[in-house]
T-cell receptor, first 109, second 115 residues
Framework: QKEVEQNSGPLSVPEGAIASLNCTYS??????FFWYRQYSGKSPELIMS????GDKEDGRFTAQLNKASQYVSLLIRDSQPSDSATYLC?????????FGKGTKLSVKP | GAVVSQHPSRVICKSGTSVKIECRSL??????MFWYRQFPKQSLMLMAT?????????EQGVEKDKFLINHASLTLSTLTVTSAHPEDSSFYIC???????????FGPGTRLTVT
């Protein structure tokens, strides 16, 4: 069974801090990884994609991938209350995306 | 780019009736479209995967005769919930993929309430 595991949270950080979200995956054949943000009552929104080992930065977001450890993470710098949402990690394999159950992030003013 | 629309955004129907939900990729051709269901405070549940011109592939436990999926063109897929019952009330979300990578772009979702 191919799985993507995330800590459900909630993860609570103060405004301005770095939020660190983590994800592990079971399928070594996974080639592409994505982070989605989902606000309550809304559909998921793609915020980051990463395909190779290392870091990828986009604004306040940094995705990190370690294929040897089967580990993906998302760092959010200078967290804002508007970042409060559920973050879904997904891994791509054989034409499908496997989604984690999501980590709920709460950024306190 | 990569915009996906869904219609309607909300629908209320009576038990026993059928409801059709449309999913359109507005600025790209979607070789594959996906349908998900999400109950309150729960995670996304994949219902089915459809490729243009082919029959949909349903996940285990999803009744294909109840949830009819049509993917007639590279920009349009429809989900019809037949003989809807109150337990079908949920948030239905489609997503689309270009097939070049694995990323999926989600529509805004349709909130279905069956009374």
């Amino acid at each position: 069974q191919k799985e993507v595991e995330q800590n459900s949270g909630p993860l609570s950080v103060p405004e301005g801090a770095i939020a660190s979200l983590n994800c592990t995956y079971s399928d070594r054949g996974s080639q592409s990884f994505f982070w989605y943000r989902q606000y309550s009552g809304k559909s998921p929104e793609l915020i980051m994609s990463i395909y190779s080992n290392g870091d990828k930065e986009d604004g306040r977001f940094t995705a990190q991938l370690n294929k040897a450890s089967q580990y993906v993470s998302l760092l959010i710098r200078d967290s804002q209350p508007s970042d409060s949402a559920t973050y879904l990690c997904a891994g791509g394999s054989q034409g499908n995306l496997i989604f984690g159950k999501g980590t709920k992030l709460s950024v306190k003013p | 780019g990569a915009v996906v629309s869904q219609h309607p955004s909300r629908v209320i129907c009576k038990s026993g009736t059928s409801v059709k939900i449309e999913c359109r990729s507005l600025d790209f051709q979607a070789t594959t479209m996906f349908w998900y269901r999400q109950f309150p405070k729960q995670s996304l549940m994949l219902m089915a995967t459809s490729n243009e011109g082919s029959k949909a592939t349903y996940e285990q436990g999803v009744e294909k005769d109840k949830f009819l999926i049509n993917h007639a063109s590279l920009t349009l897929s429809t989900l019809t919930v037949t003989s809807a019952h109150p337990e079908d009330s949920s948030f239905y979300i489609c997503s689309a993929s270009t097939g070049l990578g694995y990323e999926q772009y989600f529509g805004p979702g349709t909130r279905l309430t069956v009374t």
